[in-house]
């Protein structure tokens, strides 16, 4: 819930115009058999089923391979450290459907709100329920954010990619500092549009 309500803060934003970012992967983790980040193509060319297998373990091994003892961050010509892509498909470029996405969870979070309280015939039931859903979202995304951030890899069924993404944040934090805001949050997002949808097809109005 608290991951839906922040997506508020994006709507002025969502579809403002950003320049894409070009940037190149960092440069070398480690040396002999380790793998090495690499930039991911905004296009990129359509790839037979072994190249993509051995893009994802070479990704895997370039995440854990980010550690302080062999990982040397560099900086671009501007000055700023190079971004750090270590999720296969991950682009900095903010595209209209990132926008567009983003702004649908925003809106159908206050739909939904809104919903509850007019439906309702006591205004402390939605109350209830808003703040009930802001501590459950909170010790979930909690407890997510921990054991992704600990446990599993790009290999691990499902939350492969929350690993990876995660703990490659953790190791290379400054590359978020290259993502626009509609960027970061556009598949949070669109995680919340089912639930959203499942909310008011199955739930009572001020449940919802």
């Not at 669109?190 to 959203?196: D, E, I, S, V």
């Amino acid at each position: 819930s608290i991951s839906m309500l922040a997506t508020i803060l994006v709507v002025p934003v969502a579809f403002h115009p950003r320049p894409c970012i070009h940037h190149r992967a960092a440069a070398a983790i480690a040396s002999g058999p380790r793998a090495r980040p690499c930039a991911i193509a905004i296009d990129p060319p359509k790839a037979t089923a072994a190249e993509v297998e051995s893009e994802l373990d070479s990704m895997d091994l370039a995440a854990m391979a980010l550690d302080g003892a062999t990982f040397k961050p560099t900086r671009g010509p501007d000055g700023r450290l190079e971004p750090v892509l270590t999720l296969p498909g991950d682009s900095l470029v903010t595209t209209p459907r990132m926008g567009w996405i983003t702004a649908a969870s925003t809106l159908g979070t206050l739909s939904v709100i809104a919903y509850a309280f007019v439906s309702s015939s006591n205004p402390l039931w939605p109350l209830l329920s808003l703040a009930l859903g802001l501590v459950l979202g909170e010790l979930f995304s909690g407890a997510f954010h921990w054991a992704t951030d600990n446990y599993g890899s790009l290999q691990t069924p499902i939350v492969g990619f929350a690993c990876a993404a995660f703990q490659g944040h953790h190791l290379a934090p400054w590359t978020i500092g290259h993502r626009s805001l509609t960027n970061n949050v556009y598949k949070i997002a669109a995680a919340t549009l089912p639930l959203l949808a499942g909310g008011l097809v199955l739930l009572t109005p001020c449940g919802a």
